[in-house]
């Protein structure tokens, strides 16, 4: 039979775990339909009833209460077989699941917490691992969801028999947390951050003496939560009121410095997969030969930026839960310090490496040889002597990070961090792994700044300062010293610390794609690709114009479709521009802001843009995919591109009083491209290096052509990433062009509202009624710039939402979840729509006020949404009808709708009144509403019937309604 476990591959192997759970399942289940069997034979008959009843649970919902109580009747060994194949299938199955047997996996946990089951918290502690940090998918924040939701409703029981998993729980949610937050705009996590707040938050006040069990980790994790106000309060009391804990024995935060943390804590932020993967890494494969390990580890751990931020938790597991054997440290298998100088080249943000550096340093600051394992400190010190001389930048940077570090983490305990630094290297010269500190004090390349740290720390330590810390307790009256005992993100950025160059050459840190061996194309391509590097090393000019050289030899080529060309070239182009000291494709935000330095126009990265956008070639498109894959922030790169020549040809007066006698030194790429466009489509565009004048007339037809070009290049560019990988991590393409509208934001401060602009009159099909785009909207724009978009979609330059009644009504109920001040700015832009559009007003009326999710409470705002809608709207009858036919539960809305329009527009209003009551009592209106069964809202029928009654006119169909409303029970939705 097929697997109802786990998602089977065509032509995959067989999985033997599943296989043997599905065998065991099919051969017993009669066994597991009353009447029961309740005898065992044998302990292999046991281990086949639980795989059965494992698979049964998972697989079948509908057998899993009997399942259960057999399992119950028969069990022998306190469940601890039972719990043992669940816990082997959340190792080795959970990311191939179904989702059904992922939500029966949630509820046969929380069964085996109230038996008591041997072996509950191991299981615990394995979903914990698979809750993947920086991973925003709807899988990933369910996990999450459902397993806070879990510790919080069986906190008793786990309280009295696995205590310290509430202590693994706590340090994954912390974690977590801090991931969460960074992406603040997103509402599906409003309702989980809360959660894990309320649960850490319960923790930390309620059981500290278990949090204490993480160790001094427990600080470097709360300091990075100090900006959310729950946790501000509990650093300030573990600084100024350490007696708040009620915890016997803790009196300073010094004494949480000095507990080492147990490297199961960060195995937890270890998936088993990348575990297994980074062990065999680490003891099995040769140093010279790890690059291709590199990549594949990169490409599926480290595919999104957001992913980063799990390099910190991969550096703590290797320096404190991987201590290789003495077989491995003699061998040529690749080090430690090798892998961490690899990935602290992955780190493209400045916040993430500085995350990075201090988990690499961090049992340093509290070393202390009788308590600390020394392995844990050896790798950063081999990567600080390894990259000397030849990579003098790495132990620059670092250095001057451990020193900054040390000056500053801790004001008040800094004698504490002195001795903890001092220990750790005293120790590590002891034990052989540098011969001594000369290595570094006698290195003239250290820049001064560092050797003149260097020099300050020596002396401190000879002098003795470093031997007796100040006793704890002793607090400055500095209250900024006293709320932040650490070195902030913001602190370390303004060090301006010097960006990492390539670690040592055998350690291979690059991560490029593999090359495609193709002779053909290496033949035809090697002498422009091997000019590169020395062009660009002459001037980034040269540079430039050489890569235009090769795309333009590659367009003349008239081969569209060898996509192997295609991935050589962008794996040749990549390597040759980076060994020259070129970053491809950098992130907007890293990119150079002076006046003399436009990368947007005059780069290599700009080049290929434009070469892209005018040309559409085939092979550029495929070598972009594999750059995008590769890391390169192309897809942002191309919009920001879109974006400012769509604002250029604005400043230029295009689609308004264009004239081609322009200014056109202070619109720089419309020019630039406008150039390169004359330059492709003349005659001789296969001679690049030809000038072309700027003097052919520029119409306002063109302009809109090299416009629309750009943005149909950036749609195609995202649509087909989003076919092929994103799709995979549920990544909507509304949330991938609002990922990259935020980022191109970053540079010279683009106005939100312009990029808005563009984005809803150029990519419709994108962003119309999008979730995640709205909420950037709503969440970014000031007042001054949202009454100006509201101005726009009133004079109909362009749409936000569209005609679709059902996405727009989706998008009502999402936004039921957002914070009450994005709702208001919401119900503005819809208002400002729908009143000028021939948007189905009656149709969304209808479908909000009958849906379960709306009530009078927590929709109030988007019922006072509506009603503004309603008011601003002409009383046509569809309208009006709909009003009539509104629930009850909502009291008074539909006659304070229908008073406003006997104000506002009374003859209208009046015949429309007419026309509804006419088709109601003619039963040919709507063919979707059964007349015979509609209930008419009761405050509307009362204010109609007073308000004719006062004007002497008397409606026979509204008191006959009436009547009929007595008798029927209202209507409550």
């Known amino acids: ?100 047997p992922k939500r029966q996996l949630i509820w046969v946990a929380s069964v085996m917490i109230d038996v008591s089951g041997i072996g509950f918290g191991g299981l615990l502690v394995s979903l914990l691992r698979q809750v993947v940090g920086g ?109 708040s804990f009620k915890t016997s024995g803790f009196s300073d935060i010094s004494h949480i410095y000095a507990m080492r943390t147990s490297s199961r804590y960060f195995l937890l932020r270890i998936t088993p997969e990348m575990e297994t993967q980074l062990r065999f890494l680490l003891t099995h494969v040769k140093l010279g030969s790890q690059k291709r390990h590199q990549i594949w580890f990169t490409r599926k751990f480290l595919y999104r930026p957001e992913r980063e931020t799990l390099i910190s938790d991969i550096v703590r597991f290797i320096c404190c839960a991987h201590h290789p054997s003495k077989e491995v440290l003699q061998s040529d298998v690749i080090p430690r310090w090798a892998v961490i100088g690899w990935l602290l080249k992955l780190c493209t943000k400045k916040y993430v490496e500085a995350n990075v550096k201090l988990a690499l340093f961090y049992d340093w600051l509290f070393f202390d040889e009788k308590v600390d394992n020394y392995m844990n400190v050896e790798p950063t010190m081999l990567l600080l002597a390894n990259s000397l001389p030849k990579y003098i ?265 264009f004239t081609n006698e322009i200014n056109y030194k202070k619109l720089p790429l419309l020019k630039s491209h406008i150039d390169g466009y004359f330059a492709f489509t003349s005659e001789n565009n296969t001679h690049v290096k030809k000038t072309v004048t700027f003097t052919s007339k520029v119409d306002d037809i063109l302009v809109s052509k090299v416009i629309d070009g750009a943005f149909i290049s950036y749609r195609n560019i995202l649509l087909q990433g989003w076919d092929d990988s994103s799709k995979e991590i549920n990544a909507s393409p509304g949330k991938l062009l609002a990922a990259d509208m935020v980022s191109c934001s970053l540079w010279k401060k683009k106005i939100f509202a312009g990029l808005f602009r563009s984005i809803f009159t150029y990519l419709p099909d994108l962003s119309l009624a999008d979730e995640d785009v709205i909420f950037l909207l709503v969440s970014q724009l000031e007042d001054f710039d949202l009454v100006s978009i509201q101005i726009d979609v009133g004079l109909k330059k362009y749409a936000i939402f569209g005609e679709d009644v059902k996405k727009v009504l989706q998008l009502i109920r999402r936004s039921l979840y957002w914070k009450e001040v994005h709702q208001h700015k919401f119900w503005a832009l819809i208002r400002s729509e729908l009143t000028v559009s021939k948007f189905p007003v009656e149709k969304l009326l209808l479908d909000c006020f009958f849906s379960t999710e709306f009530d009078s409470k927590s929709s109030a705002t988007s019922i006072g949404g509506l009603l503004g809608v309603c008011s601003s709207c002409a009383p046509t009858p569809e309208i009006v009808g709909a009003v009539m036919l509104l629930p009850n539960k909502f009291a008074d809305f539909s006659a304070a709708i229908l008073s406003h329009w006997t104000t506002t527009n009374a003859l209208m209003f009046s015949s429309s009144i007419e026309d509804f009551l006419n088709k109601f009592e003619h039963k040919n209106g709507d063919a979707r509403l059964n007349w015979d069964s509609v209930s008419m809202n009761q405050s509307a029928l009362l204010f109609l019937i007073k308000y004719f009654e006062a004007q002497g006119v008397r409606v026979n169909m509204l008191e006959k309604l009436a009547f009929r409303n007595r008798a029927v029970p209202m209507d409550t939705g």
């Open 393 to 657: 930048d790495v132990t620059n940077s670092l250095l001057e990070f451990l020193f900054l570090v040390v000056e500053n983490y801790d004001i008040d305990r800094k004698n504490i961090i002195c001795k903890g630094v001092s220990s750790a290297i005293r120790t590590l010269v002891s034990k052989g792994v540098i011969a001594s500190l000369d290595i570094l004090t006698s290195c003239n390349l250290l820049s001064p700044l560092v050797k003149e740290m260097l020099q300050n720390f020596m002396s401190k330590v000879q002098s003795g300062i470093c031997k007796e810390p100040h006793p704890p307790g002793n607090f400055s009256s500095n209250m900024t010293s006293q709320t932040s005992p650490s070195l902030s993100n913001t602190q370390i950025e303004t060090h301006n610390f010097a960006g990492l160059p390539a670690c040592p050459e055998n350690a291979e840190l690059n991560t490029q794609p593999i090359s495609v061996s193709n002779e053909g194309q290496e033949n035809k391509f090697t002498k422009f690709i091997e000019k590169i590097r020395e062009s660009m090393k002459f001037s980034s000019k040269m540079g430039q114009q050489s890569v235009e050289e090769i795309l333009f030899l590659l367009i003349n080529s008239g081969n569209e479709e060898n996509f192997g060309d295609s991935k050589f070239l962008a794996c040749e182009l990549k390597k040759e521009l980076e060994l020259a000291g070129y970053k491809f494709f950098s992130p907007i935000g890293n990119l150079p802001t002076g006046d003399d330095a436009d990368e947007e126009v005059q780069s290599v990265t700009a080049s290929v843009i434009r070469t892209f956008i005018i040309s559409k070639h085939q092979q550029i498109k495929q070598m972009l995919f594999c750059w995008s894959r590769d890391g390169c922030s192309v897809g942002a790169r191309i919009l920001s591109y879109a974006l400012r020549l769509a604002y250029e040809a604005q400043l230029a007066g295009h689609g308004e009083n």
């Open 135 to 243: 991973d925003f998918s709807d899988g990933n924040l369910w996990l999450s969801h459902k397993l806070v939701d879990l510790f919080m409703s069986k906190w008793e029981l786990i309280l009295d028999e696995e205590p310290t998993i509430l202590s693994s729980a706590l340090y994954t949610y912390l974690r977590l947390l801090t991931d969460h937050y960074r992406l603040a705009y997103t509402p599906c996590l409003t309702e989980l951050k809360q959660k894990e707040i309320v649960f850490c938050v319960r923790m930390l006040r309620e059981q500290f003496h278990l949090c204490l069990r993480i160790g001094r980790d427990l600080v470097r994790l709360l300091q990075e939560l100090v900006h959310i106000p729950e946790f501000r309060v509990i650093w300030k009391d573990l600084l100024l009121n350490p007696d």
């Open 1 to 100: 039979m097929a697997s109802k476990l786990i998602h089977l591959v065509a032509h995959e192997v067989p999985n033997q775990l599943e296989f043997s759970l599905r065998e065991a399942f099919s051969l017993l289940r009669p066994k597991l339909v009353p009447p029961l069997k309740l005898t065992i034979s044998s302990a292999q008959e046991y281990l086949k009833l639980n795989e059965a009843i494992v698979y049964g649970v998972l697989c079948e919902p509908s057998l899993a209460q009997t399942s259960i109580k057999y399992l119950h009747a028969i069990v022998n060994d306190g469940y601890c077989l039972f719990i043992n194949i669940l816990s082997q299938i959340v190792d080795l199955l959970y990311l191939k699941m179904l989702e059904s």
